[in-house]
C-alpha cells in the first residue's frame, strides 16, 4: 500500500509532565502539590522515591531546550504545576511561578519549538484537597477554570496548543478506585462524583477559552487503549464492547458530546455509584466541546467474559493502564488477559503499534476531530556504556513501529496535528522511580539524588533527528 505523507507542519514533539522533570518542589515560593504530600507516605513508590529533585529541570531547562533546538525537535509538550502559579489553589498569584515558564515558554520560541502546553498533569495544590477534597468538591470547577485563566490571558499571545486534563481516567480511577495515586481513596461513588466535576471543570475551561477569543486550539489528553475481543466467542466479543464503553465511551463521549453514554450510565445507576448531577451541568457540558483530542497511547488491551458469580472476577480497573493480568477487570463486564500474539515490556505493557491506528480510527469515527499524539512511547531499563552511548535500538523500533501506524492511520483519513513521544528526557515514573526511563536523553540518576543528573543523547535521540529532518520518510536506522 502506498502510504500519505506527513502534513508539511507536522508536530514531531517529544512531553513531559512537572512533577515528573522540574523538582525545586519548594523553591521560590510554590505551593504544595498532592503528589509532594502522597509520595512520603511509606511504600506507595518505588524505593519511597520522590520529584523533589527529578531531573532539576527547573534550573537546567536551558541545557534541555538546547538539546531539543539541536536535535530539531518541532514541538514540547509540558505541564504547568498549579501550587507553581497559585501556591495555595484559589488565592495569590506568584510571579515568580508564571517567571519561570515563561521563560520557558520563550526559549522554547527563540529556538523555533512550539510549546504545546499541559494545564494539569496531576499536581493539584493540597490546600485545594485539604479545603473541600479537592476534585470531589464542585468548587474546584471555579477554581480550576480561575488557574487556567490566569495562564491563558497571560501566555494566549505565545502558545498555540494547550491541554487541559492529562490522563483524566487514570489520576481519577489510580486516585479514587486503586489508592495508588493521592488522594489514596477506594471508593467507585466517590470516584464517579470527583470525575464528573473534572469533566465539569474541563468543559468549563475550554468555554473560557473559546469566549477570550484565543487564537490556538485546545482539547484534553486521554489514555486510549483499544479493546480486542480474546477470540469470536460471542460471549468475549460482549466483553469487548463493554470494556469500550466503561473505559473508553464513558471518558471520551463526555468531552465531545456533552453526554454519558446509555449503557455505561446504566451500570453506574445499577450500581448505586453514578454521580450526583446537578441542574445545568449537561448544558455547561455540551458547551466546552473540545478542538481536538489528545491521545496517550501505550497499549490495548483483551478480555473475556467476567461472569457475574464471580468465576475468575478481576478486580475492578477502569483505566485499562494495566492491559496484561489476569486479575484485572469488572465484575459482569469483562476481564482482561493476555494477549498471545502480541509481545510485552518487562512492566507488562503490551507493545501494539496496529492498537495506535486502531484508536485514532475508531477516535474519528466516533468524535471526528482532529487528534494530537500527546504521549506514546517505551519505558525500558537503558544502559549507560563505558562510552558515553545508549543504545536503546528497542525503543528505536517501537517508536518507528508506531509513527508508521499513524502514517497508515493518516493514509486511512485520520487527521493529525503532530506526534509528541514520552518523553523528552528520562524522568520520574510516578510508581517506578528513576529505573523506567522513557526518554531520547539519559539522564544520570538513580533512587538517591547523589548524582550529577548528567544529561546523555541516547542512539533513538540521533535517529529521532533525521525522522524529524525527513518529516517521517527517513523511518530506517
Ligand atoms: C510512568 C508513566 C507516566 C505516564 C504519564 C502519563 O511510568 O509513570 O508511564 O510517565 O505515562 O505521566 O501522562
Given at each position: ?59 537546567r ?28 489553589g484559589?488565592?495569590?498569584v506568584?510571579?515568580a ?7 520557558l ?26 479545603e473541600?477534597l ?10 480550576f477554570?480561575r ?19 492529562n490522563e ?5 480511577s ?12 477506594k ?14 471543570a ?9 469566549e ?26 460482549l ?46 457540558l ?8 489528545g ?76 487528534i ?26 517501537y ?5 508508521v ?26 510508581l517506578n522511580g ?36 525527513t ?7
Open positions: 500500500q502506498k502510504l500519505d505523507s506527513f502534513p508539511s507542519d507536522f508536530l514531531w514533539g517529544s512531553a513531559s509532565a512537572a512533577y515528573q522533570v522540574e523538582g525545586a518542589w519548594d523553591e521560590d515560593g510554590k505551593g504544595e502539590s498532592v503528589w509532594d504530600k502522597f509520595v512520603k507516605i511509606p511504600g506507595k513508590t518505588f524505593k519511597g522515591t520522590t520529584g523533589e529533585v527529578a531531573v532539576d529541570h527547573y534550573h531547562y536551558k541545557e534541555d531546550v538546547q538539546l531539543m533546538a539541536e536535535q530539531g525537535l518541532k514541538a514540547y509538550r509540558f505541564s504547568i504545576s498549579w501550587p507553581r502559579i497559585i501556591p495555595d484559589n488565592g495569590e506568584n510571579e511561578g508564571i517567571k519561570f515558564y515563561e521563560d515558554i520563550d526559549e522554547l520560541l527563540a529556538n523555533e519549538i512550539e510549546p504545546v502546553v499541559t494545564l494539569y498533569h496531576w499536581d493539584l495544590p493540597q490546600a485545594l484537597q485539604d473541600y479537592g476534585w470531589e468538591g464542585r468548587q474546584i470547577i471555579n477554581d477554570t488557574y487556567c485563566e490566569i495562564v491563558f490571558k497571560r501566555f494566549k499571545d505565545k502558545v498555540k496548543y494547550w491541554v487541559t486534563l483524566q481516567n487514570v489520576f481519577i489510580h486516585g479514587y478506585l486503586a489508592a495508588s495515586h493521592p488522594p489514596n481513596v471508593d467507585p461513588k466517590r470516584m464517579l462524583q470527583a470525575n464528573h466535576h473534572a469533566n465539569l474541563n468543559a468549563k475551561a475550554i468555554k473560557l477559552f473559546h477570550l477569543d484565543i487564537e490556538g486550539q485546545i482539547g484534553p489528553s486521554f489514555a486510549y487503549g483499544p479493546t480486542y475481543a480474546f477470540d469470536a466467542d460471542p460471549k468475549n466479543q466483553a469487548a464492547e463493554n470494556r469500550e464503553e466503561i473505559n473508553a465511551n464513558f471518558w471520551m463521549d463526555i468531552y465531545v458530546y456533552g453526554r454519558y453514554p446509555k449503557v455505561a450510565w446504566k451500570y453506574f445507576e445499577d450500581n448505586g455509584i453514578a454521580p450526583t448531577i446537578e441542574v445545568g451541568d449537561f448544558d455547561l455540551k458547551e466546552g466541546k473540545p478542538d481536538f483530542l491521545l496517550n497511547y501505550y497499549q490495548t488491551a483483551t478480555v473475556k467474559e467476567n461472569r457475574l458469580d464471580g468465576v475468575g472476577a478481576g478486580k475492578p480497573n477502569y483505566t485499562g493502564e494495566k492491559g496484561s493480568t489476569e486479575e484485572s477487570g469488572m465484575p459482569g463486564l469483562y476481564k482482561e488477559v493476555s494477549n498471545p500474539y502480541v509481545e510485552y515490556t518487562n512492566w507488562d505493557w503490551a507493545i501494539d503499534p496496529s492498537g495506535l491506528r486502531i484508536a485514532m480510527r475508531r477516535m474519528t469515527s466516533r468524535y471526528d476531530l482532529p494530537l499524539i500527546t504521549e506514546n512511547g517505551l519505558g525500558e531499563y537503558d544502559r549507560l556504556e563505558a562510552d558515553g552511548r545508549i543504545h536503546d535500538e528497542y525503543r528505536i523500533n517508536i518507528r513501529d508506531h509513527i501506524a499513524i502514517q497508515e492511520a493518516i493514509t486511512d483519513g485520520v487527521e493529525v496535528i503532530g506526534y509528541c513521544t514520552w518523553s523528552y528526557t528520562d524522568l520520574l515514573s510516578w528513576y529505573q523506567k526511563r522513557y526518554g531520547f536523553v539519559y539522564v544520570d540518576r538513580d533512587e538517591s539524588n547523589e548524582k550529577e543528573l548528567k544529561r546523555y543523547k541516547k542512539d533513538s535521540y540521533f535517529w529521532y533527528k533525521k525522522v524529524i529532518e518529516n517521517g520518510q527517513e523511518l530506517r536506522k
